[in-house]
Nanobody, 114 residues
């Protein structure tokens, strides 16, 4: 059974940083691309960042480019999202997902507020 357990969210002030983690299980992690998505209240879920199977290729939404960094550790079945210079508009529930795939985890809440 495919499972994702996201963690690392919290309440931070604008300009601060957070590092999210997502531990995956139930599939062969290193043969799948991985992505982070987020969903803000009242908005649709959106793609934040994407990483290739070996971690060499990454892509980002324009809204987070230069501030967020996605990475992965295939030995630990884990994908990370380092978020720097956080803004109030980054407030959302963050999820990881494999590509292709349809399963979602419970997500982790990130709130950026002064």
């Amino acid at each position: 059974q495919v499972q994702f357990v996201e963690s690392g969210g919290g309440l931070v002030q604008p300009g601060e940083s957070l590092r999210l983690s997502c531990v995956a299980s139930g599939f062969t992690f290193n043969i799948y691309k991985m992505s982070w998505y987020r969903q803000a209240p009242g908005k649709e879920r959106e793609l934040v960042a994407h990483i290739s199977r070996n971690g060499e290729t990454t892509t980002y939404a324009d809204s987070v480019k230069g501030r967020f960094t996605i990475s992965r550790d295939n030995a630990k079945n884990t994908v990370y999202l380092q978020m720097n210079s956080l803004k109030p508009e980054d407030t959302a529930v963050y999820y990881c997902k494999k590509t292709p795939g349809a399963s979602w985890g419970q997500g982790t809440q990130v709130t950026v507020s002064s």
